[in-house]
């Protein structure tokens, strides 16, 4: 018996010389919607789109109709234009309207081309699909190597100063909030560098690490932020594996692309660094790891702890139930625990921190401390009634 | 030439709990250009990828008519959040054909989609608007991610009406 189905239909109807009409259906245990969107053919901009629900979960659901004009103006053909809708539409509308749109846009993007060949065959009666398929598609643009997951290499960033460098002396014990992102490094991220490294030192941080996704800081330019703000700036990388998110010390390498985890493993023991695991058990928007009858002993068992050399156990983008679930199968299998905020926005650096017993000056000396052990991981924001600005 | 489709498309995806510990998700696809399917056998309750073998009749682009080493790359990879990027990079960099990994991906949210069901089973309908406001005015808070996520979550919605957002 099926647990679950979800159908989806597209009809695409040309409405007059320039013009696709796409009609689109979803329809599935849960949800049930329709969208009509407008398509101009040349250029495949989107002219014009509405939207129904016949099924819908939450009252507020039909909210969403409203924001589906957001994606007037958009371009199949633009680049990035998938992330697009799943941020404007998917976001501020529905997730399941902007599937259903990008399903509906893919629809008319090879309607066209099918439009295209058969205005050519209208001259060349000869011209079989095949054989225009492969002119077409030898006109198409090349991917661009840099729309990978990261930023690029040379990212130039807006100075924001002046800033007070003061140094900061510190005597034993440090608290590091191991997991920052910043803009532009980080796509994800809102957060400009020189304004988290302010917000680290306003709220009391002794360092902050900068790990970017994919991401290596040179170390000229980070040993000039140190100096601009005469704060602990550390640099660090978050990698993604196949087996979820890694922060990565000590490791200079740049890696792009998806990499399996035991490569990763060999680069960093190669490279002296050191692996966490960074929010192991991030949930789903509407279950846990609970509902799917995870359990922390289970979930020790995976081949991921053997590969790793910390657990990050306080993360700011997961819940409590989360980090606790993270922080038990750290306990169980012995690994050693850290805190870092995640932050993508400025007011998030140091929502969840990392206490060292020891003095790090530099990244040697965070992965000395890291590989030593005698740290723990705190709620530095809430350890400073800072919960909230 | 009233009325007379230029193009259709119909997708289909499945699943089934095969055990207590498997589940089969499918997605099928029928359209114009393509005659597709791709079938993900799931490990519980890790969610992870334990198999995966595809099938394409009929495709415009010839890269996409063997599938099967592509889509050998997301084997061991566990349905969660990060997962589109993953399989995006690792069906991505074996080959051209976009639609495989979507397919894939099609099958990861049928996977997710059915958990989301059994939460919602219980649910109070949308018309019942005190109760179901209640409902996922609580889902919210045990759940922070939700927050903005969709319209009927943003701010302004009934929903979110006296829940303080997070950290911002």
Same mark, same amino acid.
Request: net charge negative.
């Given at each position: ?70 994606? @007037? ?92 460098? @003061? ?25 400009? %560098? ?52 890694? *922060? ?19 680069? *960093? ?19 846990? *790891? ?22 990050? *156990? ?34 998030? %650096? ?16 965070? %992965? ?22 | ?11 289909? !995806?499945?699943? =089934? ?9 499918? +997605? ?22 334990? #198999? ?10 010839? =890269? +996409? ?10 084997? #061991? ?28 991906? =099609?099958? +990861? ?6 958990? !989301? ?32 996520? +969709? ?10 009406? #006296? ?6």
């Amino acid at each position: 018996m099926l647990k679950f189905a979800r159908n989806k239909i597209v009809s695409i109807e040309k409405k007059d010389q320039d013009t696709f009409m796409a009609h689109g259906i979803l329809d599935d245990d849960i949800y049930s919607l329709e969208i009509d969107v407008s398509i101009r053919i040349s250029d495949l901009e989107i002219l014009k789109i509405s939207g129904k629900w016949n099924r819908w979960t939450t009252p507020a659901c039909p909210r969403a109709i409203l924001f589906l004009e957001e994606a @007037v103006g958009l371009c199949i053909k633009e680049k990035g234009f998938s992330q697009k809708v799943h941020k404007i539409i998917g976001r501020k509308a529905c997730r399941h309207h902007a599937n259903l749109l990008l399903e509906c846009c893919s629809s008319a993007k090879e309607a066209a081309m099918l439009a295209k060949w058969e205005d050519i065959k209208a001259k060349n009666k000869d011209l079989s699909f095949r054989a225009f398929l492969r002119g077409a598609l030898k006109d198409e643009p090349l991917p661009d190597p840099s729309d990978k997951v990261s930023a690029g290499e040379h990212i130039e960033i807006k100075d924001q100063g002046p800033y007070v460098a @003061v140094k900061k002396e510190i005597s034993g014990g440090m608290m590091i909030d191991l997991h920052v992102h910043t803009s532009p490094a980080s796509p994800c991220s809102s957060a400009p %560098v020189d304004q988290c490294i302010e917000e680290a030192k306003r709220v009391g941080l002794d360092g902050i690490c900068l790990t970017d996704h994919n991401y290596v800081w040179e170390p000229g330019r980070v040993e000039d932020l140190r100096e601009k703000h005469g704060f602990l700036v550390l640099r660090g990388n978050e990698i993604t594996t196949d087996q979820g998110d890694m *922060v990565v010390f000590g490791l200079d390498k740049n890696i792009q692309g998806i990499i399996k985890v035991e490569e990763l493993r060999r680069e *960093v023991r190669r490279a002296g660094g050191f692996m966490i695991v960074a929010h192991p058990f991030r949930g789903f928007l509407t279950f846990g *790891v609970g509902q799917l009858g995870l359990t922390p002993e289970k979930a020790m068992e995976r081949p991921l702890f053997k590969l790793v050399d910390a657990v990050e *156990v306080l993360n700011g983008k997961v819940t409590e139930k989360e980090n606790d679930f993270a922080s038990k199968v750290a306990g169980g299998i012995g690994l050693p625990a850290t805190g870092g905020s995640d932050a993508h926005e400025v007011s998030e %650096v140091g929502i969840y921190a990392t206490q060292f017993s020891d003095t790090i000056k530099d990244e040697n000396d965070l %992965v000395e401390a890291l590989k030593k052990g005698g740290y723990s991981p705190i709620a530095f924001r809430n350890q400073r009634g800072e919960a909230k600005r | 030439m009233a009325n007379i489709l230029k193009y259709s498309r119909n997708r289909c !995806t499945s699943v =089934e709990q095969v055990d207590d510990h498997t589940m089969r998700s499918t +997605c099928r696809l029928q359209d114009t250009l393509t005659d597709a399917f791709v079938e993900i056998m799931v490990k519980l309750p890790d969610l992870e990828i334990t #198999g995966i073998s595809g099938v394409i009749h009929r495709a415009y682009q010839e =890269e +996409c008519l063997n599938p099967t080493d592509s889509l050998q790359k997301v084997i #061991g990879v566990r349905i969660g959040p990060g997962m589109l990027k993953i399989i995006e990079g690792l069906i991505g960099e074996a080959t051209d054909c976009k639609q495989l990994a979507f397919m894939v991906e =099609e099958c +990861c949210h049928g996977v997710i989609l059915s958990f !989301t069901k059994d939460v919602l089973i219980s649910s109070p309908r949308p018309t019942d608007a005190d109760k179901a406001k209640e409902f996922y005015a609580q889902m919210v808070k045990e759940n922070m991610r939700l927050y903005n996520r +969709c319209a009927a979550f943003a701010p302004g919605s009934p929903i979110v009406e #006296g829940i303080e957002p997070p950290v911002q």
